[in-house]
């Protein structure tokens, strides 16, 4: 027997989320953004529920091969673009669409051989102060990627940094539009939280990446229930011990926990090492057989331990879910967690071990 954990990849969430997506912004073409193996869930696995996007972006070039071995003959767009000049050349095999975001991959462009010209996404550096040309010099980056024959369209992009916060998006999009008014070609600005929070922003394609998965951009001053988004992924293991603690017993390394009062508590098979948090501390929630209880003492590395008072039924071998829906239909958000965590639902989603075995839930 497998060590009883698992991570269930919800393709029917994909195809709601997606279509919540399409909804929010009728007039743009979606990208699913697919970068860190689409955020923990495995781009082979996320596959059948998102291949009703416009197009995959995302910024490994082996993950851009894998979305092209999947059989995927639309667009590819690479986020960050060619680390090297020889990535060109993957570009040109594989009909990837790349990000020129400095002047040295102007540079690589110019010099590099292809039969068929490049489309590019020029960015602009709009207030983030990641990457991008500063909106001063954009103009010049743009006729000299115009004058390029291995360049075909131009289109313009740029990444916002609080379209999820009270700060929002207009100085951003000031700047972007102030900049870029009278260049032709494609725009794409938003990303989930803009989509969702300023669905009005003219953005011909959209890239949604943590809203496709199912949580909230902006939680906790919104929740994945209120933008009407599914979990994407469930976490589930089981418990495998029990035990009665008396009062002031304590629980796991440190003691952390002492107990006030008689308590029951599980044993889960789930810990650091799977991915769940070492963080999260006593009263982090969880759902035993559904129902919600808390989280007592510390992580350890392979075990957590979890309050069963309002579970009494609960023995070894009762499901427990870390965060997702557990088989009673009742759910737990990755969001509520992060939180308790003091990070959010991306991080987690990310971090799940490559220990854990995975399933997808299909469509039946
Ligand atoms: C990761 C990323 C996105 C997606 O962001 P979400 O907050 O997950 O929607 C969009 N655009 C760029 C450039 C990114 O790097």
């Not at 900049?179 to 938003?190: K, M, N, Q, V």
């Amino acid at each position: 027997m497998p060590r009883p954990i698992l991570a269930t990849v919800h393709t029917e969430a994909f195809l709601h989320n997606l279509e919540r997506v399409r909804q929010s912004v009728a007039d743009s073409r979606v990208w699913a953004v697919v970068k860190a193996n689409a955020y923990g869930h495995g781009i082979e696995r996320a596959f059948e529920g998102l291949r009703g996007a416009d197009g995959f972006s995302l910024l490994d070039l082996n993950e851009a091969e894998r979305v092209r071995a999947l059989g995927w003959r639309g667009p590819v767009l690479l986020l960050e673009g060619v680390f090297e000049p020889r990535d060109l050349e993957l570009c040109s095999r594989l009909g990837l669409w790349h990000t020129v975001h400095c002047s040295e991959q102007i540079d690589m462009l110019s010099a590099h051989k292809t039969q068929v010209p490049h489309r590019v996404f020029l960015k602009m550096n709009s207030g983030m102060n990641r990457l991008g040309f500063a909106p001063q010099s954009y103009r010049t980056a743009w006729t000299r990627l115009n004058a390029l024959p291995q360049v075909d369209e131009i289109s313009l992009i740029t990444h916002f940094s609080d379209a999820d916060g009270p700060k929002g998006v207009d100085e951003q999009v000031k700047v972007f539009q102030a900049a870029t008014e009278d260049l032709p070609g494609e725009r794409s600005i938003s990303n989930s939280a803009a989509t969702l929070r300023h669905p009005g922003l003219k953005s011909d394609w959209v890239r949604p990446g943590i809203a496709v998965y199912g949580s909230a951009p902006d939680y906790p001053e919104h929740d994945a229930a209120h933008w009407g988004l599914q979990p994407a992924m469930t976490l589930s293991a089981k418990i495998i011990a029990t035990q009665d603690l008396r009062t002031g017993d304590t629980v796991g390394y440190g003691s952390s926990f002492v107990a006030s009062a008689p308590l029951r508590i599980g044993v889960v098979a789930c810990g650091y090492a799977d991915g769940y948090p070492r963080h999260c501390t006593t009263g982090t929630p969880v759902l035993v057989n559904g129902v919600r209880t808390r989280l007592v003492g510390r992580v350890s590395m392979d075990m957590i331990t979890v309050d069963l008072s309002h579970v009494p039924q609960a023995t070894v071998g009762t499901e427990v879910t870390l965060w997702g829906r557990a088989r009673n239909g009742a759910s737990l958000s990755i969001d509520e967690v992060a939180k308790a965590a003091g990070t959010v639902g991306y991080e987690l989603m990310c971090a799940v071990a490559p220990r854990v075995p995975v399933v997808v839930d299909a469509v039946c």
